[in-house]
């Protein structure tokens, strides 16, 4: 194990004195070199959220072990106890679902090749082709599902993409201008993994044609939302958001272009607070220590 792989902590709870006291204690008698730690009461819900993260050579037990141990802990911090141990040494896997649009996915491959997201793409699935020769000539496998029209039953496609994801178990299945809403089943199967980026700074213009609809009414600042997928179409918890100026000048194609970029930085941003287990959900919430 290297100097630099880390135990990571996530825990949500009802909140309540002594809570950081048994969690700190525990992490104590364990050898646990604590390099960050993140706290948030959350005073509306009164819930109480924590992540930590310790060097994972200052711990003699292996990992199953220190969850083992640590259920202990969180049972006696209440029965409604939500929390996750995991290493950094454990590898991630991305499914990215796509269309035609390539600019997300560049994107990704570009941070999953310089080591900026540490993780594999373990494949592609596209509901167009457009996207094969890209992915192909990087060795990363590319599945074509086509999917019927508008109005038609989109059933049987929805299953080959879902039985070619949990093929990988995926620690994300990224909609990266996927273009496609995902049906309530897959939104439960995936929940908590599956991450959309959304062309707007949400809850504002959701979903088709968003910087068409922000050109319409006139808007000075365009942005994008990277959130969770829920049945609620563009409605899931929010990761992270950020914006960009226009002007009376520019049309809604400029606006399409400006937005491209906004959107890659948010997908990637979120994606890896995701990923490095920096993101808490809590009914339609989420607590982000980034």
Avoid at 57 to 74: I, M, T, W, Y
Avoid at 82 to 102: N, Y
Avoid at 178 to 198: D, K, S, T
Avoid at 211 to 219: E, I, K, L, N, S
């Amino acid at each position: 194990m290297t100097s630099d792989t880390r135990y990571v902590l996530t825990l949500g709870c009802p909140d309540t004195t002594g809570i950081v006291a048994k969690i700190s204690t525990f992490l104590a008698d364990v050898g646990g070199w604590i390099v960050e730690a993140a706290y948030h009461s959350d005073a509306d819900s009164g819930w109480f959220f924590t992540r930590q993260a310790v060097r994972a050579d200052s711990v003699d037990l292996p990992l199953e072990q220190l969850r083992a141990r640590f259920a202990e802990v969180a049972a006696e911090i209440g029965p409604e106890t939500e929390w996750r141990l995991t290493s950094t040494a454990e590898p991630k896997d991305i499914v990215v679902l796509v269309s035609k649009e390539g600019h997300c996915l560049h994107d990704l491959v570009g941070r999953v090749a310089t080591g900026e997201l540490r993780a594999r793409i373990a494949a592609v699935i596209g509901n167009h082709e457009d996207l094969r020769d890209f992915t192909s000539r990087l060795d990363i496998p590319f599945h074509y599902v086509p999917f019927p029209g508008p109005g038609q039953d989109k059933s049987e496609a929805f299953a080959e993409v879902a039985a070619i994801t949990d093929r990988f178990d995926p620690d994300a299945v990224v909609l990266a201008r996927f273009m496609q809403v995902l049906p309530p089943q897959l939104c439960e199967a995936w929940a908590g993994r599956a991450i959309n980026i959304h062309h707007s700074f949400l809850p504002s213009f959701v979903g088709a044609k968003p910087y068409h609809q922000a050109f319409t009414r006139g808007v000075k600042l365009i942005g994008a939302t990277c959130h969770y997928v829920t049945a609620d179409l563009d409605a899931g918890p929010i990761i992270e958001q950020d914006v960009t100026r226009v002007d009376h000048s520019d049309e809604a194609s400029d606006m399409v272009l400006r937005g491209r970029d906004i959107e890659k930085v948010v997908l990637a941003r979120g994606l890896r607070w995701h990923l490095e287990n920096r993101v808490l959900v809590h009914g339609r919430k989420t607590v982000v220590f980034s």
